[in-house]
């Protein structure tokens, strides 16, 4: 089935001033009960790391593990999970960084890549890029290389998909939205 952008965004759903006002969230709840919008969004992604030599996806808390779940099984990869504070059992690293209001913090476990790897990191939405440059901070500090962050969706006017190139990482997004 070939990728139709006018169909995905159709079925992406913006719930405007939540979780605060003034925010646009972008749902991709929608797209999971939607077979057609499913499989085109997994297809196109897949399709295009079949050829790439990645040799693990590293999947963001929480919408980020759906996509890269179905990546990682088409592609036959493993998976490995950045998750948020406090969720991974066993030896982990985190990584600190700032959001629109506070801090957060995001944790990976010490074995889940190492030198040599090359790593697609993988998100449902990128906003300002915090979240994947501390992923990408934590998947450097365990010595491995990343390939490309890659998401359904970007916020072009937040800069993330900027900061994150800036940073040496390409950007791979389907989807983009002007405005916050
Ligand atoms: P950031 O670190 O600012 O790039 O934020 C990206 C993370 O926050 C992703 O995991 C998204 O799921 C979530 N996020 C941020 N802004 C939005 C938004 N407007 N709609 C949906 N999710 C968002």
Same mark, same amino acid.
């Given at each position: &089935? ?5 169909? /995905?965004?159709?079925? /992406?759903?913006?719930?405007? =001033? ?8 972008? =749902? !991709? ?10 499989? &085109? ?16 996806? @590293?999947?963001?808390? @929480?919408? %980020? ?5 179905? &990546? ?9 999970? *950045? ?19 506070? +801090?957060? +913090? /995001?944790? &990976?476990?010490? =074995? @889940? !890549? ?8 993988? =998100? ?9 440059? @501390? ?24 800069? %993330?998909? +900027? ?7 390409? *950007?791979? +997004? ?7």
């Amino acid at each position: &089935m070939s990728y139709d952008e006018c169909y /995905v965004k159709s079925v /992406v759903r913006t719930i405007h =001033d939540w979780p605060e006002p003034g925010i646009a969230f972008r =749902d !991709v709840t929608p797209i999971f009960k939607d077979p057609k919008a499913l499989r &085109m969004v997994s297809d196109a992604l897949t399709t295009r790391y079949i050829d790439s030599g990645i040799t693990h996806i @590293a999947c963001i808390d @929480a919408r %980020g593990f759906l996509l890269g779940s179905i &990546m990682a099984y088409a592609l036959n990869l493993p998976l490995v999970l *950045v998750r948020k504070k406090g969720k991974l059992p066993g030896e982990t690293i985190c990584q600190d960084y700032t959001l629109e209001y506070g +801090t957060s +913090t /995001v944790e &990976m476990q010490i =074995d @889940a !890549v190492s030198e040599g790897d090359n790593v697609l990191i993988f =998100d449902d939405l990128i906003a300002t890029g915090g979240t994947v440059l @501390a992923a990408a901070t934590l998947i450097r500090k365990l010595g491995a290389q990343i390939y490309e962050a890659a998401a359904l969706i970007d916020l072009p006017d937040l800069n %993330g998909s +900027t900061r994150i190139s800036e940073a040496d990482i390409p *950007v791979f +997004t389907l989807l983009a939205y002007e405005g916050l």
